[in-house]
């Protein structure tokens, strides 16, 4: 399992290059299919219904509290910044 977290390491650098340094679209889509690909295999080698754990993590996204940040729409898990202090 270690050597395909290296795996996505990589391919999530070679996405991060397509798009910092403006390569064409089909290139950055083959880098995300590459991507995909070891995604799923994760899944297939580690047993579990990819499918169904992407509903359930999108089922609790909308579960939580958005944002707009510089004009985007964000979901993260916010901290309370006034109890960091």
Known sequence: M????????????????CVTK???ADELAEEVAD???????????AKFDLNRAFWD????LMQ???????GTTRVSEFR???KDS
């Open 35 to 45: 991507l995909f690909i070891l995604v799923i295999g994760t899944a297939i080698a």
């Open 80 to 82: 309370d910044q006034s």
């Open 57 to 60: 993590k999108m089922e609790r």
């Open 64 to 70: 939580r509290e958005s944002r707009v940040i510089n």
């Open 2 to 17: 270690t050597h395909r977290i290296a795996l996505m390491a990589e391919e999530l650098g070679e996405i991060s290059a």
């Open 22 to 24: 403006g390569r064409p």
